[in-house]
């Protein structure tokens, strides 16, 4: 979920009526605040592709998942909308991950070994000046070597790239599986986040190969990959 919107207890006209009023519920009364709020940013904001449309609407959204009640909704939920400041507020960046990819993917190390990869960040809003960007896997089995990056200052329609390594889990024979990567961006009056998928598929020749020799007759100490699936923001 990107952005959701009040559907609960949505006070409104009752149907069937011109003069009274009660509470309805459900997407039928969220979805038209989140519509309407699109519109009248396209209207302020005339020159918006529907891409930076949508960044405006989650960058100005407030932060929901900290709230007891949605503590176990953690990196499962997205932002509450704020339509004032969505069409008030400017201000804002609008980072985004353009691509999360493998610069030498023939350089596979073995099992516990880091795996270089190189994220690639866009800016979609305003300028962006000191922001924290942390870079965290939602599968304990894999880690960063370097999760932070400070003082990220990115124009608008810029690119940077950051660098580090996913370090693959240990004593293992094997491991195919989508990695939840959690991408944050913090700065003053400024949270967002991404969530990329990774699919990670790797082999340790040196403890399958007495086993699996006959099925992987040229497995070698280093052979494994790393296969980018796409981005999920």
């Not at 940013?41 to 020159?47: D, F, L």
């Not at 100005?60 to 069409?87: C, E």
């Not at 094997?174 to 009056?189: A, E, F, H, L």
């Not at 986040?193 to 699996?212: G, K, M």
Request: proline letters at 5%.
């Amino acid at each position: 979920v990107d952005v959701c919107a009040v559907g609960w207890r949505t006070k409104s006209l009752r149907r069937f009526s011109t003069s009274s009023y009660g509470n309805n519920y459900g997407t039928s009364f969220a979805a038209p605040l989140v519509s309407a709020t699109a519109a009248l940013i396209a209207s302020n904001q005339p020159t918006f592709t529907s891409q930076q449309i949508r960044k405006q609407l989650r960058v100005s959204s407030l932060r929901i998942d900290t709230t007891a009640y949605n503590l176990p909704y953690q990196n499962q939920m997205g932002k509450m909308l704020d339509p004032t400041r969505a069409v008030t507020d400017y201000s804002i960046p609008g980072l985004d991950v353009y691509s999360f990819s493998v610069p030498d993917s023939s350089s596979i190390p073995s099992y516990g070994g880091g795996i270089d990869v190189e994220i690639t960040l866009t800016n979609l809003l305003a300028s962006a000046n000191d922001v924290l960007v942390k870079v965290q896997s939602l599968d304990s089995a894999f880690v960063f070597s370097q999760s932070e990056f400070s003082k990220i200052n990115l124009l608008q329609n810029d690119f940077l790239s950051i660098r580090t390594k996913l370090v693959a889990p240990q004593n293992i024979g094997g491991y195919s599986v989508d990695v939840p990567i959690k991408v944050s961006y913090i700065g003053d009056n400024y949270y967002d986040f991404q969530i990329v998928i990774v699919h990670f598929e790797y082999i340790n020749c040196e403890r399958i190969s007495p086993v699996l020799s006959f099925i992987q007759p040229k497995c070698s100490d280093n052979d494994g990959r790393i296969i980018v699936e796409g981005l999920t923001d």
